[in-house]
């Protein structure tokens, strides 16, 4: 069995293929309602094992739990090591993603509308945002491997809304056009990439993102207008929780025509009854979100559109995908700016999970170009020490190798001048006029590298860094190598003395 399976901050989607169809899979909800999407959360009592999803869900009301909803939000600052808290208790990041992806393969079986026998292997197509770090795209494919599926391939998340735009328009959109434009407003991120769609052919010019922009932010404004109006100025964590999922209920009941939103703040809050606000308002703070997605799509399409005077007569499309697109103000204000060209998903928070099952079933002839999203380099000294440069190993929108072809490799020589190297790694969304980082910067390992054969059997940390003139004739190569998924390796090797060590560099 062949499924796309979109791992999402609030909710996760799966879609099967399935002798050309691709159906999205629905749940048995603890109601016992059937839902086309599947709980991400995670919920536990002091000293007891946690439990996930649907048995999380199970778990609302009782006394004594505690809940972890959007735990994919904290893989962008994660990594494999980083702990999480939930209910006095610590949980490496890897091993809440391994769990609940575990649980997800028991509910395929047990709780779905999945035709799936017991044994039967399943083989997945699987995606992260567009600027998802090397780090979290680890997290995220080791997880899955992990968890008992067979990982058939990693997309970003907007490439996946574009190949479901192929699939579902096909030759139906502008043939002269060949520029799609997917704006991705999920439950934690958004993301816009600017693709250029040929057939089964799909080639990412650029990538414009926010990490922490999504519809738990929208969530977040409605409960601060509840809190405000019943003049709460702080409650307790599971109080917050329960008040978010009520906000979150109401805001995806909106449809173009609401006046008001209603929350029956009661359920939480003794005797607070029902708050009823206008929509006006809760759109009116939602604005300044919606215009940060609009800058980061302006940007991504200047970028990839640049050679041409009107970059937007190219574009065929804007579309829309991620369960967020669907709240009115954002198809509002993108309709103000862009007119006919906006069109959204039929199923937007499903475009991602169907566009993975189409790239599964398509896995031999599909092509799919994608680029790194950020720069990737390292700190290094230049006039003797007198002054620090940043060198990009991997500079933004560099093409990712395909799948099937060679890693991608950038290569550094040099000879050193001191006994130990310290190679201080970072990431970041735009570079300055001198070529220094800027903007989003994401620190990453530091790695240290004995030049002295001496000190090749101790610590760097316990070391002090020197000059050392008997290393000045030592030949050093770095080699970094990046695969198709985007995850980064260096080996770093002495070549006079034939002493070298690799890396998975991680956030720091």
């Known amino acids: 069995m062949r499924l796309g399976i979109d791992l999402g901050t609030t909710r996760t989607v799966v879609a099967a293929a399935d002798r050309g169809n691709y159906p999205v899979i629905s749940f048995q909800s603890p109601t016992g309602d059937m839902r086309t999407w599947y709980p991400s959360v995670v919920g536990a009592r002091p000293g007891d094992k946690p439990v996930f999803a649907l048995e999380a869900e199970s778990r609302y009301g009782q006394p004594g739990w505690s809940f972890m909803r959007s735990f994919k939000r904290y893989l962008g600052d994660s990594g494999p090591g980083s702990r999480l808290e939930l209910a006095g208790t610590q949980y ?10 575990r649980e997800l393969k028991v509910d395929l079986l047990e709780h779905s509308n999945l035709d799936l026998a017991a044994d039967e292997p399943l083989d997945v197509f699987v995606a992260v945002p567009a600027n998802a770090n090397s780090n979290q795209r680890f997290i995220t494919l080791e997880s899955f491997v992990r968890a008992g599926f ?3 391939g990693m997309m970003n998340e907007p490439s996946a809304g574009g190949i ?6 096909g030759s139906k959109h502008s043939a002269r056009k060949e520029h799609l434009v997917v704006y991705d407003l999920g439950g934690g991120t958004f993301d816009a990439s ?3 769609v040929k057939g089964d052919s799909f080639d990412v010019l650029a990538n414009e993102g926010i990490a922490r922009l999504g519809g738990d932010d929208f969530d977040e404004i409605l409960k601060d207008m509840v809190l405000d109006r019943l003049g709460i100025q702080a409650i307790d964590s599971r109080a917050e929780f329960d008040i978010l999922e009520l906000c979150r209920n109401a805001k995806e009941a909106l449809n173009p025509n609401s006046r008001r939103v209603s929350i029956d ?3 939480v809050v003794p005797r607070a009854g ?5 929509v006006s308002e809760f759109y009116q703070r939602c604005q300044p979100l919606v215009e940060k997605t609009i800058e980061a799509v302006e940007l991504a ?3 990839a559109l640049r050679d041409y005077e009107d970059p937007w007569s190219e574009v065929s499309a804007l579309y829309l995908v991620g369960g967020s697109s669907d709240l009115p103000v954002v198809a509002r204000a993108l309709r103000d700016r862009y007119g006919r060209r906006v069109r959204r998903s039929p199923y937007p928070y499903a475009a991602t999970a169907i566009g993975l099952a189409i790239a599964a079933d398509r896995v031999k002839t599909q092509r799919l170009q994608e680029r790194f999203s950020r720069y990737f380099g390292v700190w290094r000294e230049a006039d003797y020490g007198r002054r620090i440069t940043f060198d990009p190993i991997f500079p933004r929108e560099t093409p990712l190798p395909v799948s099937g072809q060679p890693d991608l490799v950038s290569i550094r020589r040099y000879r050193p001048a001191h006994n130990l190297g310290f190679f201080r790694y970072l990431e970041c969304s735009r570079l300055d006029s001198e070529g220094r980082p800027a903007g989003d910067i994401t620190p990453w390992d530091t790695v240290s590298f004995p030049f002295d054969p001496g000190l090749q059997n101790q610590a760097g940390d316990e070391v002090e860094v020197q000059r050392q003139p008997a290393v000045e004739n ?7 190598r990046c695969g198709p998924v985007g995850i980064i390796e260096v080996t770093i090797a002495d070549h006079t003395t034939g002493f070298s060590k690799s890396y998975r560099l991680r956030q720091g």
């Open 92 to 101: 490496s990041t890897l091993e809440i993603v391994t769990e609940f992806l």
């Open 150 to 152: 067979r990982v058939l």
């Open 164 to 169: 479901e735009f192929a699939h579902r328009y």
């Open 194 to 196: 600017v693709i250029t």
């Open 265 to 267: 703040a009661g359920q």
């Open 274 to 278: 029902e708050v009823s606000l206008p």
């Open 301 to 303: 399409v200047g970028r």
């Open 474 to 480: 030592h030949l050093v190569e770095e080699q970094y």
